[in-house]
C-alpha cells in the first residue's frame, strides 16, 4: 500500500516572513549598488579601476543598519580614505532610518500615541523597536512647521478673527504646570477659515495674549472688525490695545454656561431654554426684550443668573451689527472649541509634556491638520458685508 506524504500548507505568517526577506534583499542590493556608484564618483573610479583621475582611494567597507519599511537591512556601506563613507546623499550620513520611517513615526505621534505606543507601532510593523528618546528627536522636525506659521505674512483683511485658550500640562523649571496654548484663526474677505497663530503661554493673562496679539500685526493682519472671544479681562485689554478699532463679540455659549451656573440644577434646562431664545432672535432690540420678559418670569427665581446676562448682553450681541446670515457663526467660538476637543484628544497620551517648546511642537501639528481642510470650501458668504464695512476692511 503506497503512503502519501501529507503537503504541509505554508501559514500566512510564514508567508509575510518569506515575502519580508525577499524584499528586504531586494532593497539591500538596491541600495548596495548606488552606494558603489556614490563612492565610484567620490573616488573617480569604480573598483580595481586605475584611472589617472582618481582623486582618492578606496577604504573597505563597514556594516550599518537601516530601519526601512521592509524591517532593518543590514548594509555594506564603502567607504574612501579621505572622502568619508558613501551614503550621505542616499540616507544622510548618520541616519538609521529611512525618511518614510521618520514621517510615520512624526504622523503617530500627532495622532495621539505616545512615545511609548510608537516604538511598540514600529516593532508590530516593521520588526525593530524605536525608542522614546528616537521618537522625541524624529518629532523636533515639526519645529519647522511652527516657525513656517509663526513667520508667515497675513495678506487681506481678516474682518472676523476668534480667539481662544486650551490648557495643558508641561514641565518648566523642573516642575509640572498648566500652561496656555493660544489659538487664532480669521475669516478673510474670500469667506474661508484660516489658523493664523498658535502660542504657548505661561498662563491666560493679558501679557500673554497681548504677545499673541502683537505676533499677529507684525505679520500684517489689518481689516479686523470683530474679535470674538470669551469675556476674559486680560484678553480684552489686549485686544483694546492692539485692535482698538475691533468690536469685540463675548461668545455667547460661554456667557449662557456663565448664567446657568448661577443657577439651580433643576431650574437649568429651562433656563437654558430661555436664554438660548434671547440670542435666536431677529433683532437686538426684539433681544432685549426678550431678557426683559426672562426678568419678569423665571428671572425672579434666579437673580443672580438674570444679573449676569444682563452684564454680558451689550457685549454679546454685537454680532447683530453684521449681515444675519454670519450670525450663527460669529456669536461664538464653537469653531475653536472643536479644534481643542481634538487638541485635548491627540495630547492625552502625552500626559506632562517634557517642556513647553515641545508642547508648542505638538499643538501646532495638531491645528495645523484639523484645519487642514478648511481651505477646501467657503465658511461664510463675504459678499453679504456691506460694501462700506468692505473698504472700512481693506483700508484698515
Known sequence: MNEVAELELPTQENIRTDLRSVFQGAIRVVLELILEEELREMVGAGRWERFGRRVDLRNGTYLRKLITSMGAVDLEVPRAREGGSAGAGVFGRYKRRTQEIDDTIVSAYVHGASTRDVGQITETLMGEHVGRSTVSRVTRSLNEKVEELRKAPITGPIPYLFLDATFLDARWARKVENVSALVAYGIGLDGRRQLLAVTIGAEESEDSW?????????????????????????????????????????????????????????????????????????????????????????????????????????AATHFYAFPREHWHRIRSTNGLERLHGEIKRRTRAVGAFPDRASALRLVTAVALQVTAIWTDRRYLDMSLLKPKEVAVAKAA
Do not use: M, W, Y
Open 210 to 314: 497681548s504677545e499673541h496679539l502683537a505676533q499677529l500685526v507684525e505679520r500684517g493682519i489689518s481689516g479686523v472688525q470683530l474679535v470674538v472671544a470669551d469675556a476674559h479681562a486680560g484678553l480684552a485689554k489686549a485686544v483694546r490695545h492692539h485692535l482698538p478699532e475691533a468690536l469685540q463679540q463675548r461668545c455667547t455659549v460661554h456667557l449662557q454656561r456663565n448664567v446657568l451656573s448661577k443657577a439651580p440644577q433643576r431650574l437649568r434646562a429651562r433656563l437654558a431654554r430661555e436664554v438660548s431664545k434671547v440670542f435666536d432672535a431677529p433683532s437686538k432690540p426684539e433681544a432685549r426684550r426678550r431678557v426683559e420678559a426672562l426678568k419678569a418670569g423665571l428671572g425672579k427665581q434666579v437673580p443672580e443668573a438674570l444679573a449676569c446676562l444682563e452684564s454680558g448682553f451689550e
